[in-house]
């Protein structure tokens, strides 16, 4: 049964840094593409980014070039580096195994976690 535990989300101020990370069990972690998602209060859950098993990286124009997303599959977790943080990204961040195609989601949700962004 595949599992995924997200954590680090936090309350922070508009400009400040994160740092999400997604443990991953029950699968092979290295080889599948991997991807964050966010679900914003009243909105749907999207893509925010996304690595293939090569470690190719797609990015939401929305954060590109202020959120990293990363891997390391000796240690079978996912991370997501998030600065210059503004209230637009508050919301609750998920993982999840994903296509490699176009970047749906694959299997079920973990708890997540929240981003809460201050002005």
């Known amino acids: 049964q595949v599992q995924l535990v997200e954590s680090g989300g936090d309350l922070v101020q508009a400009g400040g840094s994160l740092r999400l990370s997604c443990a991953v069990s029950?699968?092979?972690?290295?080889?599948?593409?991997m991807a964050w998602y966010r679900q914003a209060p009243g909105k749907r859950r999207e893509l925010v980014a996304g690595?293939?098993?090569?470690?190719?990286?797609r990015y939401d124009y929305s954060v590109e070039g202020r959120f990293t997303i990363s891997r390391d599959n000796a240690k079978n977790t996912m991370y997501l580096q998030m600065n210059s943080l503004n209230p637009d990204d508050t919301g609750i961040y998920y993982c999840?195994?994903?296509?490699?195609?176009?970047?749906?989601?694959?299997?079920?949700w973990g708890q997540g976690t929240q981003v809460t962004v201050s002005s």
């Open positions: 999840n195994r994903a296509s490699r195609w176009n970047w749906s989601a694959l299997g079920s």
């Open positions: 690595i293939t098993e090569e470690g190719t990286t």
């Open positions: 029950g699968v092979s972690f290295s080889s599948n593409a």
